[in-house]
């Protein structure tokens, strides 16, 4: 008998594809399983996103156009899961009514098991259907925050800081590895802040060693940190193991000091500043991605100026700049919201233009180099690879024309020859 077709729509960061990619695992054996697919799919389930405004208003766009396909009898069934559908349930539940189920965050096995009309094993682990190519993939290594950063609702929507166990992480690596696996990017809320909630210790360099040991993987990419506690002995390890890209995802979101205590970042100017010094002295060539919010209240001129002085000195070679959304059941939600939103528009463009400029600078130095590249697919005329300094959908590219034939997934050295704002173009050696 033919199998029911099932999409997985994922909206939202990595963690929420990681949380598609076990429950399609659950569903593959009674449903044809498609991520993300514009082909016609008896069953849809969408993974919402909660985080800012932007982002809720996709998720709510998303859920309309699913449920009036519903209400046309062209879809059988609707499902909606993930952050929007935990924080806001009782209301999408009272205005849509074509959706068959509204499910919170961490319900993988509830959604199988009334698709299934069958009870669902939770020990699912080790299990993934990926949706991003089959040579990268995504750990998730624990969920929730216990850090309470002023603008953020994660701990609200997520709760509090759960680690997954590390056996349980080494099982699902392997698993990954033997799915051909090449580069594993590890993700959470804190990564550093892993095994505090076992044993009160930080577990990131145990887990990152365990990791490097599996055969398969070339490349360990580390994403999202705190700068408060950051362990040193996982930057000499970043810098001594050949397997652990020379890169990290460190969100530092502001440096003037009343600014960052207003978002309880828990650090100041100077430790800011003391940190990203001492990441690049432990790892000299290490690609330095964080993000930025211009708006948040309070913030004068004088405040978004010093920032921008910040990121001219410090010359990042990563960075994205987000206007302040005042979010529900945040702490900043009860502070006047004092910034115009056309003013924090010009911040945020201005901000990206200076970071602009420093990329070109920093890709230019880059020209005539050789650097090895991971092939990520085909695109027209190019193939589009990345280096160990950049993750996938988010950093810079490698473009290699395509006047010989190339396999994608696999690793070429590469001399780049031609340096752009956010792209590279080379040829293979």
């Known amino acids: 008998m033919k199998r029911p077709s099932l999409n997985i729509i994922t909206l939202g960061c990595s963690k929420n594809k990681v949380d598609s990619e076990h429950l399609a695992a659950l569903l593959q054996h009674r449903y044809l399983i498609r991520h993300d697919s514009d082909r016609k799919s008896d069953v849809v389930i969408i993974n919402t996103c909660g985080f800012i405004g932007d982002a809720q208003e996709e998720s709510v766009d998303t859920i309309l156009e699913y449920a009036e396909l519903r209400k046309q009898g062209r879809i059988s069934k609707l499902y909606v899961t993930g952050c929007l559908s935990q924080r806001f349930r009782k209301d999408l539940q009272k205005e849509i009514h074509e959706v068959d189920g509204f ?8 959604i199988a098991a009334d698709l299934l009309k069958e009870e669902v094993k939770t020990d699912y682990c080790s299990q993934r259907v990926l949706s991003t190519p089959k040579h990268y993939a995504y750990l998730k290594i624990s969920e929730g925050c216990n850090r309470r950063c ?33 580069e594993l990017i590890l993700i959470a809320q804190d990564l550093t802040y892993y095994g505090h909630d076992l044993d009160g210790k930080s577990h990131i360099v145990e887990l990152v060693k365990a990791l490097c040991e599996i055969e398969g993987f070339e490349w360990i990419r580390l994403h999202y940190g705190y700068p408060l506690g950051f362990p040193d002995e996982l930057l000499d390890l970043m810098r001594e193991n050949p397997k652990i890209c020379h890169y990290i995802d460190l969100p530092l979101q502001h440096i003037s000091t009343h600014i960052l205590k207003d978002m309880r970042r828990g650090v100041d100017k100077e430790q800011t500043i003391g940190f990203v010094e001492n990441v690049r002295m432990h790892v000299p060539d290490i690609a330095f991605r964080t993000t930025f919010i211009v708006g948040f209240p309070g913030e004068t001129e004088e405040d978004f100026e010093e920032l921008c002085q910040f990121v001219r000195d410090m010359r990042f070679e990563r960075a994205g700049v987000f206007a ?13 919201d004092d910034v115009p939103d056309e003013v924090k528009q010009e911040r945020v463009e201005k901000l990206m233009a200076i970071q602009q400029d420093i990329s070109l600078e920093i890709n230019a130095q880059r020209v005539g180099k050789t650097e090895k590249v991971l092939i990520d697919r085909l695109e027209g005329d190019y193939y589009v690879g990345r280096t160990q300094y950049d993750s996938p959908e988010v950093d810079d590219e490698i473009l290699i024309p395509a006047e010989k034939e190339l396999e994608i997934g696999q690793f070429y050295q590469v001399k780049i020859t031609q340096a752009d704002y956010f792209d590279c173009y080379g040829v293979v050696e």
């Open 150 to 182: 002023a603008f953020c609702a994660i701990p609200l929507i997520r709760g509090s800081h759960v680690s997954v166990p590390m056996e349980n992480l080494i099982e699902e690596a392997k698993g990954l590895a033997k799915q051909g696996v090449k």
């Open 324 to 336: 302040f959304s005042p979010e529900e059941g945040t702490v900043a939600y009860e502070m006047k």
């Open 103 to 110: 499910y919170g965050v961490e319900s993988v096995n509830l």
